[in-house]
Protein backbone atom coordinates (compact mmCIF):
# COMPACT_ATOMS: atom_id res chain seq x y z
CA UNK A 1 0.00 0.00 0.00
CA UNK A 2 1.10 3.27 -0.94
CA UNK A 3 0.05 6.71 1.43
CA UNK A 4 2.15 9.52 0.13
CA UNK A 5 1.22 13.25 -0.25
CA UNK A 6 4.02 16.32 -1.02
CA UNK A 7 2.45 19.94 -1.36
CA UNK A 8 3.67 23.21 -2.07
CA UNK A 9 1.75 26.29 -0.94
CA UNK A 10 1.53 28.86 2.01
CA UNK A 11 0.99 28.72 5.14
CA UNK A 12 -2.29 30.50 6.24
CA UNK A 13 -1.52 31.41 9.62
CA UNK A 14 1.67 31.07 12.07
CA UNK A 15 2.28 27.43 12.91
CA UNK A 16 1.67 26.48 17.01
CA UNK A 17 4.44 24.49 18.60
CA UNK A 18 2.72 22.04 21.36
CA UNK A 19 4.84 19.50 23.79
CA UNK A 20 2.99 15.96 24.38
CA UNK A 21 3.36 14.95 28.31
CA UNK A 22 6.03 13.20 27.55
CA UNK A 23 8.22 16.52 26.23
CA UNK A 24 7.60 15.35 22.27
CA UNK A 25 7.54 18.52 20.27
CA UNK A 26 4.23 18.83 17.64
CA UNK A 27 3.79 21.98 15.12
CA UNK A 28 0.33 22.47 13.43
CA UNK A 29 -0.22 24.46 10.85
CA UNK A 30 -2.57 24.86 7.69
CA UNK A 31 -1.36 25.23 4.03
CA UNK A 32 -3.31 26.35 1.28
CA UNK A 33 -2.62 24.92 -1.73
CA UNK A 34 -4.39 26.47 -5.26
CA UNK A 35 -5.96 24.06 -7.19
CA UNK A 36 -4.21 23.88 -11.08
CA UNK A 37 -7.58 24.96 -12.61
CA UNK A 38 -10.16 28.19 -12.41
CA UNK A 39 -13.66 28.15 -11.41
CA UNK A 40 -16.81 28.84 -13.33
CA UNK A 41 -16.13 32.54 -12.09
CA UNK A 42 -12.64 32.32 -13.69
CA UNK A 43 -10.91 32.67 -10.01
CA UNK A 44 -8.69 29.88 -8.85
CA UNK A 45 -9.53 28.03 -5.72
CA UNK A 46 -7.47 26.37 -2.90
CA UNK A 47 -7.30 23.59 -0.66
CA UNK A 48 -6.54 24.35 3.25
CA UNK A 49 -4.80 21.54 4.42
CA UNK A 50 -4.19 20.94 7.96
CA UNK A 51 -0.51 19.74 8.81
CA UNK A 52 0.88 18.12 11.76
CA UNK A 53 4.69 18.05 12.37
CA UNK A 54 6.83 16.23 14.66
CA UNK A 55 10.32 15.94 16.91
CA UNK A 56 12.67 18.29 15.87
CA UNK A 57 11.21 19.40 12.46
CA UNK A 58 8.44 20.27 14.64
CA UNK A 59 10.73 23.03 16.58
CA UNK A 60 12.26 24.12 13.06
CA UNK A 61 8.68 24.80 12.05
CA UNK A 62 7.42 26.55 14.72
CA UNK A 63 11.01 28.51 14.78
CA UNK A 64 11.60 29.69 11.14
CA UNK A 65 7.67 29.36 9.40
CA UNK A 66 5.65 31.96 9.43
CA UNK A 67 1.98 32.63 7.96
CA UNK A 68 2.58 33.21 4.18
CA UNK A 69 5.84 31.72 3.81
CA UNK A 70 5.92 29.08 0.76
CA UNK A 71 6.83 25.58 2.35
CA UNK A 72 6.85 21.94 0.73
CA UNK A 73 5.44 19.37 2.91
CA UNK A 74 6.41 15.52 2.52
CA UNK A 75 4.27 13.01 4.82
CA UNK A 76 1.31 10.77 4.66
CA UNK A 77 -2.25 11.39 4.92
CA UNK A 78 -4.24 10.48 8.27
CA UNK A 79 -7.48 10.18 9.55
CA UNK A 80 -8.60 10.25 13.12
CA UNK A 81 -11.81 10.87 15.12
CA UNK A 82 -12.85 11.45 18.66
CA UNK A 83 -16.03 12.26 20.16
CA UNK A 84 -16.78 15.83 20.63
CA UNK A 85 -18.79 17.63 24.19
CA UNK A 86 -22.18 16.76 22.25
CA UNK A 87 -21.40 13.24 21.90
CA UNK A 88 -21.15 13.29 17.96
CA UNK A 89 -18.25 11.57 16.35
CA UNK A 90 -15.79 13.79 15.27
CA UNK A 91 -13.36 12.90 12.02
CA UNK A 92 -10.25 14.69 11.05
CA UNK A 93 -7.88 14.30 7.83
CA UNK A 94 -4.59 15.66 8.09
CA UNK A 95 -1.18 15.30 6.84
CA UNK A 96 1.71 13.95 8.83
CA UNK A 97 4.53 15.54 7.83
CA UNK A 98 8.15 13.42 7.31
CA UNK A 99 9.35 16.31 5.91
CA UNK A 100 9.20 20.26 5.34
CA UNK A 101 11.14 22.24 3.70
CA UNK A 102 10.94 26.41 3.28
CA UNK A 103 10.32 27.04 -0.11
CA UNK A 104 11.40 30.79 0.72
CA UNK A 105 15.04 32.70 2.46
CA UNK A 106 14.65 33.86 5.40
CA UNK A 107 13.28 37.38 5.16
CA UNK A 108 12.62 37.25 1.26
CA UNK A 109 8.94 37.74 2.11
CA UNK A 110 7.89 41.81 2.01
CA UNK A 111 4.91 41.09 3.88
CA UNK A 112 3.48 44.86 3.33
CA UNK A 113 3.46 45.05 -0.71
CA UNK A 114 3.77 40.89 -1.48
CA UNK A 115 6.70 40.89 -3.42
CA UNK A 116 9.72 38.98 -3.10
CA UNK A 117 13.63 40.11 -3.18
CA UNK A 118 15.78 38.62 -5.44
CA UNK A 119 17.58 35.74 -4.12
CA UNK A 120 19.06 35.33 -7.72
CA UNK A 121 22.91 34.77 -7.87
CA UNK A 122 24.97 37.02 -9.43
CA UNK A 123 27.58 35.43 -12.18
CA UNK A 124 30.00 35.76 -10.12
CA UNK A 125 28.41 33.80 -7.34
CA UNK A 126 27.85 30.99 -10.64
CA UNK A 127 30.50 28.45 -10.26
CA UNK A 128 29.72 25.73 -12.95
CA UNK A 129 26.08 26.59 -13.58
CA UNK A 130 24.43 28.12 -16.17
CA UNK A 131 27.34 30.38 -18.07
CA UNK A 132 26.60 31.01 -21.90
CA UNK A 133 29.74 31.85 -23.58
CA UNK A 134 29.16 35.36 -25.65
CA UNK A 135 32.76 35.66 -26.80
CA UNK A 136 34.00 37.30 -30.01
CA UNK A 137 36.10 35.17 -32.42
CA UNK A 138 39.37 35.87 -33.06
CA UNK A 139 39.05 34.51 -36.99
CA UNK A 140 40.91 31.20 -36.18
CA UNK A 141 38.12 29.26 -34.25
CA UNK A 142 39.30 30.35 -31.10
CA UNK A 143 36.98 32.87 -28.44
CA UNK A 144 38.66 36.20 -26.39
CA UNK A 145 37.18 38.03 -23.52
CA UNK A 146 35.21 36.92 -20.69
CA UNK A 147 31.83 35.28 -20.92
CA UNK A 148 28.56 36.93 -21.30
CA UNK A 149 25.41 36.36 -18.83
CA UNK A 150 22.44 37.32 -20.42
CA UNK A 151 20.87 37.58 -16.77
CA UNK A 152 18.16 40.19 -16.74
CA UNK A 153 17.99 41.00 -13.24
CA UNK A 154 22.10 40.47 -12.69
CA UNK A 155 23.47 43.75 -11.32
CA UNK A 156 20.15 44.80 -10.21
CA UNK A 157 19.21 45.09 -6.81
CA UNK A 158 15.51 46.22 -6.91
CA UNK A 159 12.74 43.50 -5.68
CA UNK A 160 10.99 41.97 -8.27
CA UNK A 161 7.47 42.49 -8.24
CA UNK A 162 5.79 39.18 -9.30
CA UNK A 163 2.20 38.36 -8.43
CA UNK A 164 1.26 35.49 -6.49
CA UNK A 165 -1.33 34.95 -9.70
CA UNK A 166 1.51 34.57 -12.01
CA UNK A 167 3.16 31.93 -10.17
CA UNK A 168 2.58 28.68 -11.56
CA UNK A 169 1.82 27.25 -7.84
Known amino acids: MI ?3 VLVGRLTKNPELRYTPNGVAVTSF ?8 S ?3 GERDADFIPVVVWRRQAENAA ?7 LAGVDGRIQTRSYENNEGRRVYITEVVADSVQ ?6 SRNTDSG ?9 SDQRGGYAPANRQSNGQGQSQGTP ?12 IDISDDDLPF
Request: glycine share 4%.
Open 3 to 5: NRV
Open 63 to 69: NFLQKGN
Open 39 to 41: NQQ
Open 115 to 123: SFASTAPSP
Open 148 to 159: SFDDPFANDSKP
Open 30 to 37: TIAVNRPF
Open 102 to 107: FLEPKG
